[in-house]
C-alpha cells in the first residue's frame, strides 16, 4: 500500500524502476481495479473548500456589533423612559443601516468555486496500457497521464519523458519566465526547483510530456496553499476594533454620567424618583451617538464607490479604512510591479547596440540607435539578428480587444516577435519567403532550439538559446555583413556583454546560424546540425516595469509607508527592479527562500524592519514575512496574483489581488482586487482609506460637540438645585441628535481628502478615533462655545420678557420660548461646527467653503427641520417648541461667522507652528 502522502524529493530523485515501485505502478499504468481502490482509499483528486458562511450568518452579524447592540439597549431604554417614538426611530436606524451593510457586502462578495477552477475537468491517463480519457477527479497517486501545450496539469506528478516541454508556473512562484521540465533530475534554486516534477494548477506553456501522479488532491503543493489558507481566520479589522473600544467608552461616559445625573437630580434638587430616572435615562440616550454607525457605513460606501473608479473592488466595507491605516505593503513582482510581460529592450551585435522602446505584448515601439530610428535594411546583421527572432519561433500573438492581447505559446518567444514587429519586419511575408523545413526542439539538456529553412535556394538553420550553449558550439562570428573566425578577444566581447546585462537583471538570449549542404539534411540532427554555427548577436529582456510604478513608490515614500518585495524570482532580478523603481537603495538587503527557512521568528522580525527583497521564496515564506511585520506592530497589506500568493494575502490586514492577471484563487482571498492590475491603484486606495478615517474622526468631532451644549444646561439645572429651569427637554435634545444633526454628519462623510493626507505618517497603532485632540476640540472649544452662546440664548428670552435669573420659570410661554431658542442656538452653532470640522488644519476658504454640496444640502435641510419644529402645531406639541420673533432669528442668523472666523484663525497658528516644525 503507497503512502497518503510521497514527498516530492523521493520521487524527484528516485530512478524509473524505484519510482514506479514507490508507487506501485508501472509504464502501463493501474488497471481499473486497482484505481477504484485507491480512489476509495486516497479521495477524489479535488481541493476540498472550507465551510463557508451562511447567508444568515453574514445578515446577522451587521446587527450584533457592539455598536449595533448600543443602539438596541438605547431604543429599549428610550422604551422605558416612556419615549416611544424615540425608541422606534433608534431602532430603524440601526435596521436600515444593518440592511445597508449587509447589501454592500452582498453585492461585493459573491461566493465562488474558484480553486475548483483552477484544475482541469478531463484528463487523459493510461489504464490497462490504453489511453483513456477520464475526469480529473478520478485521477489517483500511481496513474500515468499524457499533457500537451494548453493543458493544465491535474496533479503532482513526476515526468516520465517529454518533448520541448515549458511549463507556466507563474501562479505557485511568481516568476515571469516558463520553467522547462524534462525526464531527468536535476535540482535548481527554489522549492519548485526540481526538474522532472509538474505541479497541480500550473499550464503547459509548450510541448508534450508523459507523466505519472505521486500525490493529488489537498496533498498535492497546491492543496498544501489552500489548506494553508483556509486555515486563516480573518482578523476584526483596526476599525472593527477602535469602533469597538470607542462604543465602550461612550457606553462607561454614558453611564456615569447618567448615575451622576440621577443621584444629583434626587438628593440635590429632590426631584422624585420616577421623574428623576426619566431625565437620567434620558441623558444616557442623548451622549450615546446613534448616528456614528450609519454614517460610518455610508463613509466607507462612499469610499467603496470612489474606490471603484480608481480601479479597486473592495470586498469588505472595513476593509476601506484599513487601507488608510497601512504602513507596510508586501508586494509580488511579477505582474504587481512588473507587467508580467516578457519584451526584449536591448538587441547586441559584435559592431553595435541598439535599444528597443515600447513595453510589453504591443508593436508600439521602435528599434533605435543614439535615440533616433533605425532602418533595418540598413544594418543587414540587425535583420538576420531579428529574422531568426521571427522564425525560430512557435510561438503565437493574438488581439483579444484593442488593448489586450493573448500570448499562445512562451513569454519569451512572444517578445522576439513583438522585438521584430517594432523593428517593422514583415513577418508573414518572411514566412512564405522562408519557410521552415524542419526544427530541433528546445530541451534542457542542450539549451537551445533549431530551425531549418529554404532562403533562395539554400538551407539555413537558425538557432536560439542560452549563451554558453551557443559558444561552445560557435567557430564563426557575423559582423557587418561579413563571416570570420571567432576569436578569443570576441569571446571575451560577447560574454563581458553578457556579465553587463545579467549585473542589471536583465536575460540575454543568443542568437546563431549555418548554410546547410545536402548531406548534413538527410541526417539533419542536433549533432550534425547545431555545430561550426555562425554567431550573429544577443537578444536582452527582461519584465519591464509598470510606467506608473514609480510615481507610486515614492507616493509611499512621502507617506511613510515601505514597500516591500516577495517574489519567487531570483535575487539579482528581484533587486534589480527594485533599484530601478526607487523601492531601495544599493545598500538594502536580499533575503532568499533557502536563508528564510534557516531564520528564527525574531531574526525575521528584525529583518523586515530594513530595508529589504525576498527573492526565490515559497508560499509559507510569504505567510512568514506578513506575520513578522505584524508581529512589529505594522498595518500590513499584501499584493499578488498567483496560487503562492494566497494565504500571505488572508494573513494580511488586507490582502490585494490582481484582477486581470490573477487567479481566482488569490481573489478569493482577498479583501480587495485590482481591476487593472496597477500598483499605482493601491496609492489611491490608501489615500481614500486615510480620507475615511479622518472624515470618520471629523463625524466624532461633530456630534460630541454638541453634547456639550446639551448638557450644561442640564448642569445649570443641577447646580441651581432646580432653580434654573431644564433648558432642554430630552426630545429637543434627541432631535439634535437624531435630527438636526444627521444629514450634515453624513456630509462629513463624502469630504475630500485634505491637502497633504499622503505626505504625513500612517496613524500609529496606539492612536484612537476618541483621541484627546478630539475630545479637546469637541469640548473645551466647538462644545464651550455652542454651550455659551446657547446658555446665553435661553437666558436672552427670559431678559427679553422681563425675567432674571432669581425668577425664572418652567411652565408657560416664556419659558417654550426660551426652551427653543437654546434648541435653535444648538442648531445654528452646529452649522458653524460642520463646516469648521471639514479640515483639520486647512481652510475652509482654501478647499471651497461650499465645495461640499452634501453639507451645504445638510445645513439647508437642517434649518427646515428646525422650522418644521417651530411652526407645525403638531410638532410644537411633541418637541415642546413654538414660534420665535425677527429678533430672535436675527441673534440665531449672526451665530455661525464668528465661530467660523474665530476657527480659522487657530486654523492659521496650527499651520504656522507646523511649518516652523518642518523647517527646524
Known amino acids: 500500500m503507497i503512502k497518503k502522502r510521497i514527498g516530492t524529493n523521493d520521487v524527484a530523485s528516485s530512478s524509473k524502476k524505484e519510482l514506479f515501485k514507490l508507487l506501485e505502478s508501472s509504464m502501463q499504468g493501474l488497471d481499473d481495479t486497482e484505481a477504484r481502490r485507491r480512489l476509495a482509499d486516497f479521495g477524489a483528486n479535488e481541493i476540498q473548500q472550507s465551510k463557508k458562511r451562511s447567508q444568515l450568518q453574514v445578515f446577522v452579524k451587521n446587527f450584533v456589533s457592539l455598536m449595533a447592540l448600543l443602539l438596541w439597549v438605547s431604543g429599549t431604554i428610550a422604551l422605558l423612559a416612556g419615549m416611544p417614538e424615540l425608541g422606534v426611530a433608534i431602532w430603524l436606524v440601526n435596521i436600515i443601516n444593518g440592511l445597508f451593510s449587509f447589501w454592500q457586502e452582498y453585492a461585493a462578495q459573491k461566493a465562488t468555486n474558484s480553486l475548483e477552477k483552477m484544475l482541469p475537468t478531463y484528463t487523459t491517463v493510461i489504464r490497462n496500457n490504453n489511453n483513456?480519457?477520464?475526469?480529473?477527479?478520478?485521477?489517483?497517486?500511481?496513474?500515468?497521464?499524457?499533457?500537451?501545450?494548453?493543458?493544465?496539469?491535474?496533479?503532482?506528478?513526476?515526468?516520465?519523458s517529454a518533448e520541448s516541454l515549458e511549463i507556466d508556473e507563474s501562479a505557485l512562484t511568481g516568476e515571469s519566465e516558463t520553467a522547462t521540465k524534462d525526464q531527468n533530475y536535476a535540482k535548481?534554486?527554489?522549492?519548485?526547483?526540481?526538474?522532472?516534477?509538474?505541479?497541480?494548477?500550473?499550464?503547459?506553456?509548450?510541448?508534450?510530456?508523459?507523466?505519472?501522479?505521486?500525490?493529488?488532491?489537498?496533498?498535492?503543493?497546491?492543496?498544501?496553499?489552500?489548506?494553508?489558507?483556509?486555515?486563516?481566520?480573518k482578523l476584526k479589522s483596526p476599525l472593527q476594533l477602535e469602533l469597538n473600544r470607542l462604543t465602550k467608552q461612550i457606553s462607561v461616559i454614558a453611564i456615569i454620567i447618567g448615575v451622576v445625573f440621577l443621584i444629583a437630580a434626587v438628593f440635590f434638587v429632590h426631584?422624585?424618583?420616577?421623574?428623576?430616572?426619566?431625565?437620567?435615562?434620558?441623558?444616557?440616550?442623548?451622549?450615546?451617538?446613534?448616528?456614528?454607525?450609519?454614517?460610518?457605513?455610508?463613509?466607507?460606501?462612499?469610499?467603496?464607490?470612489?474606490?471603484?473608479?480608481?480601479?479597486?473592488?473592495?470586498?469588505?466595507?472595513?476593509?476601506?479604512?484599513?487601507?488608510?491605516?497601512?504602513?507596510?505593503?508586501?508586494?509580488?513582482?511579477?505582474?504587481?510591479?512588473?507587467?508580467?510581460?516578457?519584451?526584449?529592450?536591448?538587441?547586441?551585435?559584435?559592431?553595435?547596440?541598439f535599444e528597443v522602446t515600447g513595453e510589453g505584448y504591443s508593436n508600439n515601439g521602435q528599434v533605435q540607435i543614439k535615440q533616433q530610428k533605425v532602418d533595418i535594411e540598413k544594418y543587414p546583421d540587425l535583420k538576420l539578428l531579428l529574422t531568426i527572432s521571427a522564425l525560430n519561433n512557435d510561438s503565437k500573438i493574438e488581439k483579444t480587444t484593442e488593448k489586450k492581447t493573448k500570448v499562445i505559446g512562451t513569454p519569451t518567444e512572444a517578445a522576439h516577435i513583438i522585438v521584430a514587429e517594432k523593428a517593422e519586419l514583415e513577418i508573414p511575408q518572411l514566412v512564405k519567403e522562408q519557410p521552415r523545413l524542419k526544427e530541433l526542439p528546445f530541451d534542457s539538456g542542450r539549451k537551445l532550439m533549431t530551425t531549418i529553412h529554404s532562403v533562395n535556394g539554400k538551407n539555413i538553420a537558425y538557432v536560439k538559446g542560452a549563451l554558453s550553449s551557443i559558444m561552445q558550439r560557435s567557430g564563426k562570428i557575423r559582423i557587418n555583413g561579413e563571416v570570420r573566425t571567432l576569436n578569443n578577444d570576441d569571446r571575451k566581447s560577447i560574454e563581458d556583454a553578457n556579465r553587463h546585462y545579467a549585473s542589471m537583471g536583465l536575460r540575454s538570449l543568443a542568437l546563431a546560424y549555418r548554410e546547410l549542404n545536402e548531406n548534413e539534411m538527410e541526417i539533419a540532427d542536433q549533432n550534425n546540425i547545431e555545430n561550426r554555427l555562425v554567431f550573429v548577436g544577443l537578444t536582452v529582456m527582461a519584465d519591464p516595469p509598470r510606467p506608473e510604478i514609480y510615481a507610486a513608490i515614492k507616493k509611499c515614500h512621502d507617506a511613510k509607508i515601505r514597500v516591500i518585495m516577495v517574489t519567487g524570482d531570483s535575487a539579482l532580478t528581484a533587486k534589480s527592479v527594485a533599484l530601478k523603481i526607487g523601492m531601495i537603495s544599493e545598500d538594502a538587503r536580499v533575503i532568499t527562500g533557502n536563508e528564510l527557512e534557516k531564520m528564527d521568528d525574531q531574526a525575521l522580525r528584525d529583518a523586515v524592519k530594513q530595508e529589504i527583497v525576498f527573492a526565490r521564496v515559497a508560499p509559507e515564506h510569504k505567510y512568514r514575512i506578513v506575520k513578522a511585520c505584524q508581529a512589529n506592530g505594522e498595518?500590513?497589506?499584501?499584493?499578488?496574483?498567483?496560487?503562492?500568493?494566497?494565504?500571505?494575502?488572508?494573513?494580511?490586514?488586507?490582502?490585494?489581488?490582481?484582477?486581470?492577471?490573477?487567479?481566482?484563487?488569490?481573489?478569493?482571498?482577498?479583501?480587495?482586487?485590482?481591476?487593472?492590475?496597477?500598483?499605482?491603484?493601491?496609492?489611491?486606495?490608501?489615500?481614500?482609506?486615510?480620507?475615511?478615517?479622518?472624515?470618520?474622526?471629523?463625524?466624532?468631532?461633530?456630534?460630541?460637540?454638541?453634547?456639550?451644549?446639551?448638557?450644561?444646561?442640564?448642569?445649570?439645572?443641577?447646580?441651581?438645585?432646580?432653580?434654573?429651569?431644564?433648558?432642554?427637554?430630552?426630545?429637543?435634545?434627541?432631535?439634535?441628535?437624531?435630527?438636526?444633526?444627521?444629514?450634515?454628519?453624513?456630509?462629513?462623510?463624502?469630504?475630500?481628502?485634505?491637502?497633504?493626507?499622503m505626505e504625513q505618517p500612517p496613524r500609529a497603532r496606539n492612536s484612537h478615533l476618541l483621541a484627546r485632540s478630539v475630545i479637546w476640540k469637541a469640548f473645551a472649544w466647538y462644545g464651550a462655545a455652542a454651550a455659551l452662546i446657547s446658555t446665553f440664548a435661553y437666558l436672552f428670552v427670559n431678559y427679553m420678557h422681563g425675567y432674571t435669573i432669581t425668577n425664572l420659570s418652567e411652565n408657560g410661554e416664556v419659558y417654550v420660548q426660551a426652551t427653543t431658542m437654546t434648541l435653535a442656538a444648538i442648531v445654528f452653532c452646529q452649522i458653524a461646527a460642520a463646516i469648521n470640522c471639514r479640515t483639520e488644519k486647512t481652510s475652509v476658504f482654501t478647499i471651497g467653503l461650499f465645495s461640499n454640496r452634501h453639507i451645504i444640502r445638510g445645513i439647508v435641510v437642517e434649518i427646515a427641520l428646525l422650522s418644521s419644529l417651530m411652526y407645525v402645531p403638531v410638532l410644537q406639541e411633541l418637541f415642546n417648541t413654538t414660534a420665535i420673533g425677527l429678533t430672535e432669528w436675527i441673534f440665531l442668523a449672526a451665530i455661525p461667522l464668528p465661530l467660523i472666523l474665530v476657527e480659522e484663525i487657530r486654523k492659521y497658528f496650527v499651520r504656522l507652528r507646523a511649518a516652523k516644525n518642518k523647517n527646524s
Do not use: C
Request: proline content about 5%; charged content about 15%.
Open 188 to 233: 535548481t534554486e527554489g522549492k519548485f526547483g526540481q526538474n522532472n516534477i509538474i505541479y497541480a494548477g500550473t499550464t503547459v506553456a509548450r510541448g508534450t510530456a508523459t507523466a505519472v501522479a505521486f500525490n493529488t488532491g489537498m496533498e498535492t503543493e497546491f492543496g498544501k496553499i489552500t489548506n494553508l489558507t483556509q486555515k486563516q481566520g
Open 635 to 757: 498595518i500590513v497589506a499584501s499584493t499578488g496574483d498567483g496560487v503562492n500568493d494566497a494565504p500571505a494575502l488572508k494573513q494580511a490586514d488586507i490582502g490585494i489581488a490582481m484582477g486581470v492577471t490573477g487567479t481566482d484563487v488569490a481573489k478569493d482571498a482577498a479583501d480587495m482586487i485590482l481591476t487593472d492590475d496597477n500598483f499605482a491603484s493601491i496609492v489611491a486606495a490608501v489615500e481614500e482609506g486615510r480620507t475615511v478615517y479622518s472624515n470618520i474622526q471629523k463625524f466624532l468631532l461633530y456630534i460630541l460637540n454638541s453634547n456639550v451644549p446639551e448638557a450644561i444646561p442640564s448642569v445649570l439645572f443641577l447646580l441651581s438645585r432646580g432653580m434654573i429651569p431644564l433648558p432642554l427637554t430630552v426630545m429637543q435634545i434627541l432631535t439634535v441628535d437624531l435630527g438636526t444633526d444627521m444629514l450634515p454628519a453624513l456630509g462629513l462623510g463624502a469630504e475630500k481628502s485634505e491637502p497633504g493626507v
Open 132 to 160: 483513456r480519457r477520464i475526469n480529473a477527479q478520478d485521477l489517483v497517486p500511481g496513474d500515468v497521464f499524457v499533457i500537451q501545450a494548453g493543458n493544465s496539469i491535474p496533479a503532482d506528478a513526476r515526468v516520465l
Open 271 to 353: 426631584y422624585p424618583w420616577t421623574k428623576s430616572f426619566v431625565f437620567a435615562l434620558g441623558m444616557i440616550v442623548a451622549f450615546i451617538p446613534e448616528g456614528l454607525l450609519p454614517t460610518v457605513t455610508l463613509s466607507l460606501a462612499q469610499g467603496v464607490q470612489r474606490m471603484s473608479k480608481k480601479h479597486a473592488l473592495v470586498k469588505e466595507l472595513s476593509s476601506v479604512e484599513t487601507l488608510g491605516e497601512t504602513s507596510v505593503i508586501a508586494s509580488d513582482k511579477t505582474g504587481t510591479l512588473t507587467q508580467n510581460q516578457m519584451t526584449v529592450n536591448h538587441l547586441w551585435l559584435p559592431d553595435n547596440n
